[in-house]
């Protein structure tokens, strides 16, 4: 073999090896895709979970389109075991009232949530227009309370509690007085003005909570099963800044039977 013909191997050899790789590196890096993910599909069954249940009331939700304010269930006088007939007055009469008079007056700049409920609102607060947001959230957070406070006090309220919730409250905190104990204190260390709150969370677990200023739970993925309002205009005509005796007071009036209501509305969701 001569060496004119091995140089002639060699530079074919050197030429092809050149080509294949301009080849390769045309082909630029490859690219691994991820798989696509899989979105889960919306159903009827999603839908429905993702839906509020029913807080202000057993089967509705409560209407901002106008909002209104709710006849009390009793006399102003009726709840006297804890709350004076003035106090009662005033606070469905006046406070409450405000609050539906300005969530009415805020809603009236914006058409567009006119169809949306209080709960709707109070659970999405970011797509609320940012002019009426804080408007929405102090005034629908006070309608919203308290059409859901007035229901759950009663004449024939007080003593122990009976049903699934006198349960559930053995099961989570050991016992009815353990509970009253733990509710109490959470409502008097709430500074300020604001609600005590016995919440459902996302794990289906009951939990104390308290909320500032009007802020409903539900703002925060909470469902409340009972509240009671610790802002002084609650209290202040019988009690002056006495929080804790209103509070201990308070439990001569919680109406269980509604409060099993609740419960029971929620574990239909659950
Ligand atoms: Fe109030």
Redesign the pocket.
Known sequence: MSIKFLRQKLVLFITGAFLVSLLFACQGTPIVESPTPTATPITQDTIATNQFPPVAYPDRELSASPAQLPKLPYAYNALEKAIDAETMKL?HDR?HATYVENLNEALQKHSELKNRSVEAMLGDLNSIPEDIRETVRNNGGGHLN?TIFWQIMSPNGGGQPTGEIAQQINQTFGSFDAFKKQFNEAGGDRFGSGWVWLVRNAQNQLQIVTTPNQDNPITDGLYPIMGN?V?E??YYLRYQNRRAEYLDNWWNVVNWSEINRRMQVKSQQS
Request: aromatic share 14%; charged share 15%; hydrophobic share 30%.
């Open positions: 606070h406070h308290h309002d802002w205009h609650a």
